[in-house]
Every structure is written in structure tokens, then in C-alpha cells.
């Protein structure tokens, strides 16, 4: 209990806040703590005339994070089984769904392995809709952040810019700070990849000229 509208529960063992209980508008004066079925139960009382009653759930959140990672693992033991068969418009979709930009990255590689990568690619995307285009919009500026991720992630922004979405997507204001965190970076790799060629340029007339000497 406080002289705030919250009350606390720490772990006396490590003096750490495990939680707050935040239900009271006024000063938190009185606190009582028992047992209801199978549980625990903590009412507390405060000067806005209010008794909240606070009931433990530790189990039930350890229960719901179990299920959920057991469900994230038997997606992404299906995604890998997607993309192993090839069926790429599937693999693609539920790497945008499972939140994981570079599982998503591993099948957009797959995908632009194959000959008619790019053809597959705008085919993908056309298929989306607008949440998940948002996704993938995101997904394209955490790899562009990296130069080894550099080229296919240039390749899906291509692809994306060349959609029929991209008027769309250029309207929708909520779509800008995605543009905000491409540009940079994106304007940054031109840079290098512009030096790049022109040094390979100076290498290959050099070798040019010393193969013409040669002779």
C-alpha cells in the first residue's frame, strides 16, 4: 500500500517490482490480502470510496506464453516445410504473419534463387493487402539497414514500387515514416555500390592497358 493511487508487489527476496496494481484514482489506504478457490486474492481500498479486488493470473500467463510459443514453433516448422516445397506464396505470407522480418528475408532469397525470382516476386506482392504491405514495408527497412542484406531487399522494394500498390502506398500518410527510414540508407548503398563500379571500371582499363602493352 502508498500514499499513491497504486500498490505494489515485490519479491522480497530480490527487492524487485514484479507488478502494479493500478485501479484507484486516489490515495491507496487499506489492503487485504486471502485465498478464493484455487488462487490468490488481494482486495485493496483507497480514498476515491473504491475496493478493488485484485485476483493472481501468474498462472495463466505462464500457461498463454507456453501455448503461444508452442504455436510460433509449429509455425515456423511450417514455414520451413513451405518453403522446402516451394510453395512460395504460402511461405511468404505467413513469414509476414509471424512478425519476423528475417524469416522473411530467408524466403524472399529463396524466392529470387529461382530464374523467374522476379516475376514470382511481383506476382507475391500483388496478392497482398494493405497490413501486410505496411509489414513488409517494415520489413524491407530493417534489412536495408544492413549492406549483406543490401541487394535483396533492393530487389523486393523494386518489385513493390513497381506494383499496382505503390500509388496507393504513396498517398497513405501512414506510410511515411517507413519511406523516412528507407531513403537514407538506400541513398547511402547507391554510394557504395557508384564507387564499386567505378572501381572495377579503372581495374578492368587498367588490365586493359597492361594485356595492350603486353603484346
Known amino acids: 500500500v502508498s500514499t499513491q493511487s497504486t500498490g505494489k508487489v515485490w519479491d522480497v527476496s530480490t527487492a524487485e517490482c514484479l507488478t502494479t496494481m493500478d485501479g484507484h484514482t486516489d490515495k491507496c489506504w487499506a489492503l487485504l490480502a486471502g485465498e478464493e478457490g484455487e488462487g490468490s486474492?488481494?482486495?485493496?481500498?483507497?480514498?476515491?470510496?473504491?475496493?478493488?479486488?485484485?485476483?493472481?493470473?501468474?498462472?495463466e500467463e505462464e500457461a498463454e506464453e507456453l501455448r503461444k510459443d508452442e504455436e510460433q514453433s509449429g509455425k515456423q516448422q511450417e514455414l520451413s516445410n513451405l518453403v522446402r516445397q516451394k510453395n512460395y506464396p504460402a511461405?511468404?505470407?505467413l513469414s509476414l504473419a509471424l512478425g519476423m522480418p528475417y524469416k522473411c528475408l530467408t524466403v524472399t532469397e529463396k524466392v529470387f534463387q529461382d530464374e523467374d525470382g522476379?516475376?514470382?516476386m511481383?506476382?507475391?506482392?500483388?496478392?497482398?493487402?494493405?497490413d501486410q504491405l505496411d509489414t513488409l514495408l517494415g520489413?524491407?527497412?530493417t534489412w536495408n539497414t544492413n549492406s549483406k542484406h543490401t541487394?535483396?531487399?533492393?530487389k523486393v522494394l523494386f518489385s513493390l514500387l513497381s506494383s499496382?500498390?505503390?500509388p496507393v502506398l504513396a498517398r497513405d500518410s501512414k506510410m511515411k515514416h517507413h519511406w523516412e527510414a528507407l531513403i537514407p540508407y538506400t541513398e547511402r548503398h547507391f554510394e557504395r555500390w557508384t564507387k564499386l563500379k567505378q572501381q572495377a571500371t579503372i581495374v578492368n582499363?587498367?588490365?586493359?592497358?597492361?594485356k595492350l602493352t603486353q603484346v
Not at 151 to 154: E, L, R, T
Open 41 to 59: 486474492v488481494v482486495v485493496s481500498g483507497a480514498a476515491d470510496s473504491l475496493l478493488c479486488f485484485w485476483r493472481d493470473i501468474t498462472a
Open 91 to 93: 511461405a511468404f505470407a
Open 118 to 120: 522476379e516475376e514470382v
Open 122 to 130: 511481383r506476382n507475391l506482392i500483388t496478392d497482398l493487402a494493405m
Open 139 to 141: 520489413y524491407i527497412a
Open 151 to 154: 541487394v535483396p531487399a533492393q
Open 164 to 166: 499496382k500498390h505503390f
Open 205 to 210: 582499363y587498367t588490365w586493359g592497358r597492361m
